[in-house]
């Protein structure tokens, strides 16, 4: 519910819906490099891709939209920004009250170390680890669900010594990757997938077949 995902932040990150409005995180998983990027990468070949990510989960979210011609459907993605710079919503944060993955902070942790550092929080799956990225809002701005119970994300970074880890390696070893195997995960990117995120964006094309 909206509500919930209010509830836990300042006004200025509100989402302007009712507390009870349904809304849905979507995830992406592992295998979406290959179910749903390579695909829409050859079908699209002669148009212009600016980003084939951020346009392959568009084209796939409005298709969920036309599955619900009656319905008022609202989508929010991960990379749209207010015209203050603020992202429209946070996605980690919405994430975790959806119950989807927990997100770990450094109010997580009770003897933090990192004294005046800035420390920034990330979400970690129960199933595929740090190996999975959160794409957009799925709002039902029409639909009301008083009566949602709201399931608590899987802490699956239990320990202070391994949330200290996770958080250490995230934000001063994020390049490495090292972060996302954090927990035994059932799955993650193949090594095409990892060249392909570790390959700055205006050479990605070249790794599609795209140049």
């Not at 819906?17 to 295998?31: G, I, K, N, Q, R």
């Not at 008022?72 to 993955?101: C, M, N, W």
């Not at 009566?147 to 994300?153: I, K, M, N, R, T």
Request: aromatic letters at 14%; hydrophobic letters at 40%; one cysteine or more.
């Amino acid at each position: 519910k909206v509500g919930w995902y209010n509830a836990v932040l300042q006004p200025a990150f509100h989402l302007p819906y009712p507390d009870d409005t349904l809304a849905f995180v979507v995830l992406s998983t592992p295998s979406m490099f290959d179910k749903a990027l390579k695909p829409f990468v050859n079908k699209e070949r002669l148009k212009i891709i600016r980003d084939p990510v951020d346009q392959c989960v568009s084209y796939h979210l409005s298709r969920v939209k036309e599955k619900f011609p009656d319905q008022r459907v609202d989508i929010i993605f991960d990379y749209e920004i207010l015209p203050s710079r603020k992202p429209k919503f946070l996605a980690q944060t919405a994430a975790h009250v959806a119950g989807a993955a927990y997100y770990y902070q450094r109010k997580d942790v009770k003897l933090d170390p990192w004294g005046e550092k800035k420390i920034y929080g990330v979400c970690i799956h129960p199933k595929y680890g740090g190996w999975f990225a959160i794409r957009g809002l799925v709002l039902f701005p029409d639909i009301q669900v008083p009566f949602l119970e709201q399931s608590a994300p899987i802490d699956c970074v239990s320990t202070e010594e391994k949330r200290i880890d996770l958080l250490e390696q995230f934000n001063f070893h994020w390049r490495d990757g090292c972060y996302r195997d954090i927990i035994e995960v059932k799955e993650k990117y193949s090594e095409e997938q990892k060249t392909y995120f570790a390959t700055p964006p205006a050479e990605r094309f070249k790794l599609l077949g795209l140049t």
